[in-house]
C-alpha cells in the first residue's frame, strides 16, 4: 500500500463501528480513456437514519474576475528578485485609488520544483516496494511557435535552438509544442524523438496574407491608421504608392489612386485582424490545456509580434486566464536584432518619391516596434520574461525558460466594482524607498457579471486540482493499493480516511451538520488529464454518533478500472466553510 493521490470513480464510504448497514455506495459514469469506473450507478444513497448520504455532481468550472490577482516581481538595481518584502510593503491602486490587499503570498516556482524532485526521491528510496514509484513530472514547458506571423529563415535558427533546451530538460520536465496556426502540435510528453519530429514539421502557415506585393502595399500597422485613426498622412503614402503603381504616376487619377489605397487598407485590416485573433484564441486554449498539468507551468511564447488593435478585452481576459492558472508566459522575439533596410521594403518592385518613401520606412520601423508590444505584455503581466534584440536563440531560451526565484502574489476585491466591463488600470508600489524595479500587469477588464458562491466554490476546487500543492486545512490520510486482475487489466482503489471529529460541525434541527466536496483526478505519466469525479458528502449526524460511532472517521475508496501504466492521482477535499485539503502522488502499475 502507498500514499500517493487518488482516481475518479467508484466510492464508498463506510462508517467504521456501525455495520454493514451503513455502507454508502455511489458511482459515476465509466470515463472514455484509459481509466474506467469499476461500473456504473448514479444517484444518492442514504443512511437509516439519514444521518450521511452522499450524490454526485456534474462538475462544470468558470473562470471568475471578481477577486483581481496581481503577479508581482521585485527586483533591486542588479535586477535579483527580491524576497523579503511584507504584504504591509506594497500599494496597489486601482484606477488610482488606494485598494486593500486581501491576499497575499510570497511564492518561489524554483524552490516548488526542487522540493517536489526531493519528495519523489525520497518516495523512491524508502519504498519497500521492488518496482520503485515514478518520479512524478513538476514542470510543464509549452512551447508556442507563432507561425502564423514567422518568417522562415528566423523559424530554423528558432528550430535548431529549441531541439538543444528540449535535450537539456530534466527529467522531471514535460514539453509540448503548440502552433498558432493549429497544425503540428504535440502534447506534453518525454519522448525526445516525437518532440524532435514536430520540430522538424514545423514551417510558416500565414493564414491569408499573401508573400508577393500588392499594389498599393498597405501593411497591417498602417491599414489600423487609416482605418481606425483616420490618419490622413497614411492615407496619402498608400494613395501615392497607389497612383505610382497602377496609374504611371498620372496626376488625373488620384482619386482613383485614394479609392485603391482605403480598399487595399481595409483588406489589411481585416487580413491581419483575424491572424492575430486566431493567435490569441490559440493562445487561450494553450493556456486551457497547461492550466490543467498538475505542476509548475511555463509557456515559452516564439513569435515575430503581431499587433492587436482594439483586442485590449480579448488579451486582458488572456492575462487573467494565465494568473488564475499560474501559468507564466514568457515571450522571445525571433526577429532576433531587427533592422529596416532604409530602402525600403524588399517586396516592393517600384519607388517611390523621396517624402512617401521616408514615411513609408519610418511606419515599418513604427509597425516592428508596435509589435513587440503584446510579447512584452503578455510577459510583464504574468511574471514571465522577455527576451528580444538578439540573436542569440540559445540564450533567449534559457532566461525566458528561468522563472525569477521570488514573486509575489497580490489579490485584491475592487471596491464599489461596476459590472460594465469596462478597462481598469492597476499600478503596484513598493513603500520601501529603496530603487526597485517592479514588474506586474498594467490593468483589467471588469466582469460583466456577478459570480455566485457556487461559482466561486467551483473555480477554488478546480484550481486546486490541477496544482500540486499539498494543502492540510481538512484531516484527510490517503492510501492506494493495485491489483491486477490480468496481465493487461488492473484495479486501483484509492483510500481517503477522514477523521470526523475534527471536522468544522455546525448545529442544525439538533444535529452536527457538515458538508463535504471530494474531487479527484486521475493523470497520466505526462500529466493529460484522463477522467474525473466530484462527490457531496452530506452529514447530519447524531451527538453519540459524533462521540462515539465515528471515532475511527470514515473511508472514503475510490476504484478504478486502469491499464497498466504511470499515473498521478489528485485529491481534493473542501468543506462547506471553504476549508481545503489536498493530496498527490504517483504509482507505478507494472
Avoid at 165 to 177: C, K, N, S
Avoid at 536 to 558: F, N, P, Q, W
Wanted: with cysteine; proline share 5%.
Amino acid at each position: 500500500m502507498r500514499a500517493t493521490r487518488v482516481p475518479l470513480g467508484v466510492i464508498f464510504v463506510t462508517a467504521a463501528g456501525l455495520g454493514p448497514g451503513w455502507n454508502l455506495a455511489a458511482q459515476s459514469p465509466p470515463a472514455n480513456g484509459t481509466g474506467t469506473n469499476a461500473s456504473s450507478t448514479g444517484g444518492s444513497t442514504a443512511i437509516p437514519g439519514q444521518e450521511i448520504s452522499s450524490h454526485d455532481e456534474v462538475t462544470t468550472f468558470k473562470v471568475k474576475v471578481n477577486l483581481v490577482l496581481v503577479r508581482v516581481v521585485v527586483r533591486d538595481s542588479n535586477g535579483r528578485a527580491i524576497a523579503n518584502l511584507r504584504q504591509e510593503d506594497f500599494e496597489l491602486f486601482d484606477n488610482r485609488k488606494p485598494q486593500v490587499i486581501r491576499q497575499f503570498s510570497m511564492e518561489r516556482p524554483g524552490a516548488r520544483a526542487a522540493a517536489a524532485q526531493q519528495t519523489a526521491q525520497k518516495a523512491q528510496e524508502g519504498s519497500d516496494s521492488e518496482l520503485p514509484p515514478p518520479i512524478a513530472p513538476t514542470h510543464y514547458v509549452a512551447y508556442v511557435f507563432d507561425d502564423v506571423h514567422i518568417e522562415f529563415g528566423d523559424l530554423a535558427r528558432l528550430r535548431d535552438a529549441t531541439e538543444r533546451h528540449i535535450a537539456a530538460l530534466a527529467p522531471t520536465d514535460r514539453a509540448a509544442i503548440f502552433t498558432t496556426s493549429g497544425l503540428g502540435s504535440i502534447d506534453f510528453t518525454d519522448d525526445r524523438d516525437k518532440l524532435h519530429q514536430a520540430l522538424l514539421h514545423l514551417q510558416p502557415r500565414p493564414l491569408s496574407r499573401s508573400p508577393m506585393p500588392e499594389c498599393p502595399d498597405v501593411t497591417h500597422y498602417m491599414a489600423d491608421l487609416i482605418e481606425n485613426q483616420n490618419d490622413n498622412t497614411a492615407l496619402g503614402v498608400a494613395t501615392t504608392d497607389a497612383l505610382n503603381c497602377a496609374f504611371d504616376n498620372d496626376p488625373r487619377m488620384v482619386e482613383s489612386a485614394r479609392g485603391m489605397a482605403r480598399s487595399s487598407a481595409a483588406r489589411a485590416l481585416a487580413t491581419g485582424d483575424h491572424e492575430s485573433q486566431v493567435s490569441l484564441t490559440v493562445l487561450k486554449d494553450v493556456i486551457r490545456r497547461v492550466s490543467a498539468a498538475p505542476g509548475q507551468r511555463t509557456m515559452l511564447l516564439l513569435s515575430p509580434g503581431f499587433l492587436t488593435p482594439r483586442m485590449e478585452f480579448q488579451y486582458s481576459e488572456l492575462i487573467d486566464m494565465a494568473l488564475r492558472a499560474q501559468v507564466v508566459i514568457s515571450s522571445l522575439d525571433v526577429r532576433g536584432l531587427y533592422t529596416v533596410d532604409p530602402a525600403g521594403d524588399i517586396r516592393n518592385f517600384h519607388a517611390l518619391p523621396a517624402d512617401a518613401m521616408a514615411w513609408r520606412n519610418r511606419y515599418f520601423v513604427d509597425s516592428a516596434l508596435a509589435d513587440e508590444d503584446i510579447l512584452a505584455v503578455l510577459a510583464d503581466s504574468t511574471g514571465g520574461n522577455y527576451f528580444h534584440n538578439s540573436n542569440d536563440f540559445d540564450e533567449g531560451l534559457r532566461r525566458i525558460a528561468a522563472e525569477p526565484e521570488y514573486w509575489y502574489v497580490l489579490g485584491f476585491s475592487p471596491q464599489n466594482l461596476k459590472f460594465d466591463g469596462m478597462f481598469h488600470s492597476l499600478k503596484v508600489t513598493v513603500r520601501n524607498p529603496a530603487k526597485v524595479a517592479i514588474q506586474a500587469r498594467k490593468g483589467y477588464y471588469a466582469p460583466k457579471h456577478r459570480d455566485n458562491p457556487a461559482e466561486e466554490a467551483k473555480q477554488e476546487i478546480e484550481d486546486a486540482l490541477f496544482s500540486q500543492e499539498e494543502m492540510h486545512d481538512l484531516p484527510i490520510d490517503l492510501h492506494t493499493q493495485f491489483f491486477k486482475s490480468t496481465d493487461f487489466e488492473a484495479k486501483l482503489a484509492v483510500l481517503c480516511h477522514v477523521d470526523v471529529k475534527k471536522l468544522h460541525f455546525h448545529k442544525a434541527d439538533g444535529r452536527n451538520a457538515s458538508d463535504l466536496t471530494i474531487v479527484s483526478g486521475l493523470f497520466d505519466r505526462n500529466g493529460k488529464y484522463i477522467t474525473g469525479n466530484e462527490k457531496i458528502l452530506e452529514m447530519h449526524l447524531k451527538d453519540d454518533t459524533l462521540a462515539y460511532k465515528l471515532g475511527s472517521g470514515i473511508t472514503v475508496k475510490s476504484s478504478f478500472d486502469v491499464k497498466p501504466g504511470s499515473y498521478l492521482v489528485r485529491l481534493v477535499v473542501r468543506d462547506g466553510e471553504g476549508s481545503l485539503s489536498a493530496a498527490n502522488g504517483a504509482i507505478e502499475i507494472p
